[in-house]
């Protein structure tokens, strides 16, 4: 007897006891679970956004979309960036205002060469709210995985209100599951058995997010974790 007709052999009988009709499983669980928390607008949804992905450690910078390329620049430079990794489909006015060295997400590039590079800079696929969540899904202006793994500084770009949603489950709606998606909720960071936290040992030790959208004011505002560098 095959291993195949072995284990073929023990879902047979764990189901011969299983009535036909019996109602199926995806059926019988109930599935009327809030899909969102609150009833908050646009705004508020934002300002919760904004919340936790400081309460993650990311640092969160808002700007209108005129002043976005020297807000990069900015934080390009206050990181003493030298390279930036750029995706091959990332908008050149993000870039406008900063002259350092552009690394492009080649195929044939190796994690070694990505590693002596000091930051990227991407596009986000969707933000949710509830729990301060960036997600990618290699679409051209976010580039491949490795491209915001590797790095140790990852600068991303939401645009806002209309990438921001409240919950998990629509922020699932946005996505094709058939994608690599990577799902970024603050820095890379893990901690031992006596609670130590060590950053930058799975992705980048540095997370900027720029939330891009119409603001009163024009005026630049950031917000850092109690803590942050």
């Known amino acids: 007897m095959s291993s195949r007709e ?20 995806a059926q019988a669980v109930p599935r009327d679970y809030l899909r969102e928390h609150g009833t908050g607008g646009a705004r508020e949804t934002v300002e919760l956004l904004a919340e936790n992905l400081a309460d993650y450690r990311a640092l969160v910078h808002r700007c209108t979309a005129d002043e976005l390329a ?4 900015g934080l ?36 070694q060469e990505l590693d002596g590079v000091d930051s990227v800079v991407t596009a986000c696929a969707v933000a949710i709210a509830e729990t301060g969540t960036i ?5 051209p ?10 790095p140790d500084h990852h600068i991303c770009v939401v645009r806002v209100p209309e990438q921001v949603v409240s919950s ?21 960071a893990t901690s031992d058995i006596e609670l130590d936290r060590v950053e930058g040992v799975h992705g980048p030790r540095t997370l900027e997010v720029v939330l891009v959208g ?15 560098r």
């Open 168 to 188: 998990v489950p629509q922020g699932l709606e946005r996505l094709d599951p058939a994608r690599p998606l990577t799902w970024i909720s603050g820095p890379s």
């Open 76 to 111: 390009l430079a206050g990181h003493g960036s030298k390279s930036v990794a750029v995706p091959p489909g990332l908008d050149a006015t993000w870039l406008a205002a900063t002259g350092i060295t552009r690394v492009a997400d080649r195929a044939d590039g190796t994690a």
């Open 214 to 228: 119409a603001r009163p004011g024009g005026e630049v505002t950031s917000s850092r974790p109690e803590g942050s």
């Open 135 to 139: 997600v990618l899904d290699g679409s």
């Open 6 to 25: 072995r284990i073929l052999g023990r879902v047979r009988r764990a189901l011969a006891d299983v009535e036909r009709d019996e109602v199926p499983y």
């Open 141 to 150: 202006d976010q580039g491949r995985r490795r491209l915001t793994l590797v």
């Open 70 to 73: 020297s807000v990069i620049a």
